[in-house]
């Protein structure tokens, strides 16, 4: 079974690549660009690994983070920012996140960090 | 003998009392026609010296400022004093919008400077992504991702080419504008400042709006610094409301900005157009408002505020509309005419 991962991102390119990469490496990516949406998918079944943009419109990526730690322990959170303060990261922490990357994302680094969280 | 002597006399006397009368009464006419004359004069020289400095007062400079005129006497002397300082105060006032505009671009920076990012990191990942799939993609999906990376730069040059016309200083030029056009135009300024500040957007434009006759970079840095103050007033985030219309009969149009933010004090409200004023610290330059007034006023139409402590502020901008009968609302009246 593939281990499937969840990316939100209301950039549309951020989503198309990351999964085009990610399904490269053989994982099962679904994509939402609308936050509200991807909160609803997370409550219908839980993915290995969720990506998640911080700042976006309706939903954010703290209430998306919020979320999966509620509902599922072994679900990892990366999370992507391009706006990244200090303040935002230690929040991130606090609610328990696997890894946070700032923008522009260097795919080898995602990548490496992708195949992490889902080895642990 | 000597009653002749006495009526001689008498006639000389009385001829001489009728030539005194006489000449009195021409002295008085003709000097009530000087006093008339110069009267009229000076009155309505007093009339142009006082159409001046009703202009100046309005903050209408460039009306006072357009005719030079060669001084006769002590009145026109007065008058050309009254359209140099106008002329001065006008200069003044382009110097002083410039530097408040430079202000206002200050704290648009971060925000730009994060919208920036999404397209870069977007090319970034799409050159990242070319290079390491590049032995599986088709030719056609490759032709995509260059097409993708030029829509991004596209979209690179338009955020930047958006800050370059607030920033630029140009002569104020007045055109029928859509007032919907500029509300979308302003906003686009500070979308991305809004996002970062959690701040949510209410947009509500009227249809078949009356168009304004405007200097559309001014009202769009009246309404920009309205945003601004209203984000800087939301820190927790809230609401942003700007709406757009037509005063009764369609005479006028109406711009709302209303935020659910801190609100302001009473004892603060008589103060926020005055320049100098702020209640940012050294973060303002107060000069924000007082610059917006002064654009508003000069576009003949009117500012105002309500607010109270802890429940929001709203701001009202009423701009005349444009009358399309050749006639426009700025028709300049000529004041040395």
Known sequence: MPKKI????????VCDMAKRVLEH???????????????????????????????????????????????????????????????????AIREKIFDFFPKPVKIDDLKKSVKKALEE | MLKQERKNVNRIISRTVITLLVSLGVILIFQLGVWQYFFHFIIKELAIMENL????????????????????????????????????????????LQSEKLAGLGVLISGVAHELGNPLNNISLMAQAYLSLYDI????????????????????????????????????????????????????????????SNVKLRKLITDHLP???????????????????????????????????????????????KDTGVGIPKEVLPHIFDPFFTTKGTKGTGLGLSVSYGIIRQHHGEITVESEAGQGTTFLVRLPAYQNKGEKPDAQENPHS
């Open chain 1, 6 to 13: 969840l990316i939100v991102d209301d950039e549309k390119i």
């Open chain 1, 25 to 91: 490496e053989g994982y099962e990516v679904e994509t939402f660009t609308d936050s509200s949406l991807a909160l609803e998918r997370i409550k219908e079944g839980p993915f290995d690994l969720v990506i998640t943009d911080l700042k976006m419109e309706n939903v954010s990526g703290m209430d998306i983070l919020r979320e999966v730690n509620n509902r599922y322990a072994d679900t990892k959170v990366i999370m992507l920012t391009a706006y990244a303060t200090l303040d935002a990261a230690i929040d």
């Open chain 2, 53 to 96: 400095i009703r202009l100046v007062s309005k903050g209408r400079f460039h009306e006072v400022a357009i005719k030079p005129i060669s001084p006769k006497n002590e009145i026109d002397y007065a008058i050309k004093a009254i359209s140099d300082m106008a002329n001065e105060l006008e200069k003044r006032e382009v110097v002083l």
């Open chain 2, 137 to 196: 993609l088709g030719d056609n999906e490759k032709k995509t991702f260059m097409a993708d990376v030029i829509t991004q730069t596209d979209r690179i040059s338009k955020i930047i080419n958006n800050l370059l016309d607030f920033s630029r200083q140009k002569k104020p030029e007045l055109k029928e504008y859509d007032p919907g056009e500029i509300v979308d135009r302003s906003l686009a300024l500070v979308s991305n400042q809004m996002k970062i």
């Open chain 2, 211 to 257: 168009r304004i006759y405007v200097d559309a970079p001014q009202i769009e840095q009246v309404l920009v610094n309205l945003y601004i103050n209203a984000i800087a007033a939301m820190p927790e985030g809230g609401e942003l409301t700007v709406a757009v219309a037509p005063a009764p009969a369609n005479r006028d149009v109406i711009f709302k900005v």
